[in-house]
Structures are given as structure tokens and as C-alpha cells.
């Protein structure tokens, strides 16, 4: 079965400017979280999405958005970037938000952004 | 503020030795306790579970503590090998709605040949 999959694995670039992420799943899972991971700040829980809905949100600002689609697959979005937002974005899947068994999550490599 | 502590940034054991991991939380909400491993240029793989019910969780080499009272878990590794050699990442969660994992910051074990 095929892992986690994230496009791009590496970003670079300017202040102001968007970007966007995307995350495909394992194959039947339905539920994507994504997270910062920075030096200083450990992972940092971003959002969650099951069955195209936001289940979960941590406390970034409005600038980091995300969504799903249909077949699972998940993008998330900042715009205006900054400095700060430079690090590594993870994508994790699990089976159903529901179950105790999702707190199990599939990463995957990640996308390293880089602000300059 | 950290409600998931892994106090030690690094660790070094030999081979064939125990590790132990620590971690500490703060938040007695917390339910739900997990461990991982991350390689270099990888994302985090799961590693081993404990329920708050349950003070001990054992898969292989790996086994799980959980002292609730002291708000403490720690993961042991028995007998160390030098391919557990990475980044360990306690996470912790709360019940219901209130899922979503608070990570520690990490320790980097280095098992020695």
C-alpha cells in the first residue's frame, strides 16, 4: 500500500507571496491533518479534515487555510507568507477521526517552504 | 507553554543497553498518549500507543509507562540498536471533539555501536 504522499518536497519563496500544499492519502483513509514543524516549536497542529470538513483547528491565523476533496486528497494554503512561516509542513492520514485507532497517523515526508 | 514536555533534547546509549525516553505532561485532560520515531528527511512513523486506562503497554522492544499521578510516560527500548537512532516524539490527546495531538519538542536518541 502506498504511503503519504506531498507535493512538493521542497519550496522556496518571497515575503507576500501564497502557496499551496498538497497531501494525498493512504489509500482509504479519509481523515488529513497537516502541521508546522519548526526547531523551536516542536509540531504544531494546523487542522484536520475528514469527509471534506474541518474537524479540528489549532491556533494559527487566517492566513493558513486548507481544504479536501472528495477522494481524500487535501491541499492547505498560506497566503501573504512571512519569515516565520518558513519550516517543514506534514501531512498525516488515519483511518476515521472517530475511532481511537486514528490517533495512529500515517506521515508523510513533508514539504520543507522556505521564506525568503 | 508546553503541555507536553520531553525535557532531554538528546540521548546516548550503547548498543545492547536500555533507552528510556521521558516525557511529562500538564494537562490531566489528556487521554491518549503516543510515541513516535522520526528519521532525518522523513516524517514522524508511529512507534506505540497507551491508553489512560492502562499504566503499562509493551510492543518488542518497545514498552510504554504511564504514571498518571505524576504526569509522567516514558518509553523504554530494549535492547538498544543502532538503527533506533533518531528523533523521538512523545504526543498526548484529549478525549472526544478535543483530538488533536500537542507534540513534546523531541529527543535525539543515538544508540552507539
Known amino acids: 500500500k502506498a504511503g503519504v504522499t506531498q507535493t512538493p518536497r521542497y519550496l522556496i519563496k518571497t515575503r507576500g507571496q501564497q502557496v499551496t500544499l498538497s497531501c494525498s492519502p493512504i489509500s482509504g483513509h479519509r481523515s488529513v491533518s497537516w502541521y508546522q514543524q519548526t526547531p523551536g516549536q516542536g509540531l504544531q497542529f494546523l487542522f484536520e479534515?475528514?469527509?471534506?470538513?474541518?474537524?479540528n483547528k489549532g491556533n494559527f491565523p487566517g492566513r493558513f487555510s486548507g481544504r479536501q476533496f472528495s477522494n481524500s486528497r487535501s491541499e492547505m494554503n498560506v497566503s501573504t507568507l512571512e519569515l516565520g512561516d518558513s519550516a517543514l509542513y506534514l501531512c498525516?492520514?488515519?483511518?476515521?477521526?472517530?475511532?481511537?485507532?486514528?490517533?495512529?497517523?500515517?506521515f508523510g515526508p513533508g514539504t520543507r517552504l522556505t521564506v525568503t | 507553554d508546553q503541555q507536553v514536555k520531553q525535557n532531554s533534547p538528546s540521548l546516548s546509549v550503547q548498543e545492547g543497553r536500555i533507552s528510556i525516553l521521558n516525557c511529562d505532561y500538564t494537562?490531566?485532560?489528556?487521554?491518549?498518549f503516543l510515541w513516535y520515531k522520526k528519521y532525518p528527511a522523513e516524517g514522524p512513523t508511529f512507534l506505540i500507543s497507551?491508553?489512560?486506562i492502562k499504566d503499562k503497554n509493551e510492543d518488542g522492544r518497545f514498552t510504554v509507562f504511564l504514571n498518571k499521578s505524576a504526569k509522567h510516560l516514558s518509553l523504554h527500548i530494549v535492547p538498544s540498536q543502532p538503527g533506533d537512532s533518531a528523533v523521538y516524539f512523545c504526543a498526548a490527546s484529549g478525549a472526544g471533539n478535543n483530538r488533536k495531538l500537542i507534540w513534546g519538542l523531541g529527543t535525539s536518541l543515538a544508540v552507539n555501536p
Open positions: 498525516a492520514s488515519s483511518l476515521d477521526w472517530r475511532a481511537a485507532t486514528t490517533y495512529e497517523q500515517y
Open positions: 494537562n490531566s485532560m489528556f487521554d491518549y
Open positions: 497507551i491508553s489512560s
Open positions: 479534515y475528514f469527509s471534506e470538513t474541518q474537524r
